[in-house]
């Protein structure tokens, strides 16, 4: 399997688009979502911290808020949306934002505590390719964390009937069952799994090491 490039160029186009509105429009989710996975993450202060389609850097900036010299590094194929990450959170020295994609991460072999991303897996053109270059770039013992839209839930299901018909962008969303094995494939242990509401939106969170 490789990156299928017109995907990705649909989605960095989306998301270029939607840059300059997107924490108005969708604040509500981002806040609710993202203060839920920084509590379910448990990240240390001492941590190198990866964010894999990062957006405009909230979760990097609730993050700094408990620890200012958290050294992160957030990745995203949208432009548009690092401009307003690094806008944001200029003034802190420890983070860097870099263009890229998840299957092909600009990153060296295991460097990172722990690999976090959020609301982006029902994007990915190839799920094992992306959770394969997480691996990769985690250090022994490395943690990943995903939270995304489950598809155990009927409005997701819904959704994700009408997002394949309508938006381009759109891959697929998952069970939990599903994101477990994919986990379990691609050699990580999972260690803790859940589902979750948010109003009507259904999520699911994985938390998985490599070994």
Known sequence: MG????????????????????????????????????????IGSHEIVLDVACGTGEFERLLLQDHPNQQIVGIDVSTEMLTIAQAKLQPYSTVIFKPGNVTALPLKDECFDTVVCASAFHYFDCPLDALAEMRRVLKPGGKVVILDWCKDFLLCRLCDVVLRIVDPAHKQCYTQKELQDFLSRSQLRIEASTKLRFGAWGLMAATATKD
């Not at 995907?7 to 840059?19: F, N, P, S």
């Not at 924490?23 to 509590?39: A, E, G, M, P, V």
């Open 3 to 42: 990156t299928n490039k017109r995907v990705e160029t649909i989605v960095q186009q989306e998301y270029d688009r939607l840059a300059k509105i997107y924490d108005q429009r969708w604040h509500s989710y981002i806040t609710n979502t993202l203060t839920f996975l920084k509590q379910w993450a448990q």
